[in-house]
């Protein structure tokens, strides 16, 4: 089972950018898919943007046109650029390998936290 070590989380201003990275620990064509998360305190743990092994890429409605997700297969690292942040953007962000069903491992990492100031 692939391992996921997150980092890149910080703070930063509305409007400013931040660049997640999510290091595996073995190869990232393993897994249907590699999904970024996020939970905000008090809330669940939601999909924000995914990306197949066919590098199909899907994101939830409120980062698209703000959010990319990519993937470096020569360096095991699937990446979330944060553009034009929002305070709403604040949460601990995970990343885990899904099924097709577009379900999500049992073994999640620390996170990174991500916190935007108004």
């Known amino acids: 089972q692939v391992q996921f070590v997150e980092s890149g989380g910080g703070l930063v201003q509305a409007g400013g950018s931040l660049r997640l990275s999510c290091a595996a620990s073995?190869?990232?064509?393993?897994?249907?898919?590699i999904g970024w998360y996020r939970q905000a305190p008090g809330k669940q743990r939601d999909l924000v943007a995914s990306?197949?092994?066919?590098?199909?890429?899907a994101y939830e409605d409120s980062v698209k046109g703000r959010f990319t997700i990519s993937r470096d297969n020569g360096k095991n690292t699937v990446y979330l650029q944060m553009n034009s942040l929002k305070p709403e953007d604040t949460a601990v962000y995970y990343c885990?390998?899904?099924?097709?069903?577009?379900?999500?491992?049992?073994?999640w990492g620390q996170g990174t936290q991500v916190t935007v100031s108004s």
């Open positions: 885990n390998a899904l099924t097709p069903s577009m379900t999500p491992s049992d073994s």
């Open positions: 073995g190869s990232i064509f393993s897994p249907y898919a």
């Open positions: 990306i197949r092994r066919t590098s199909r890429t």
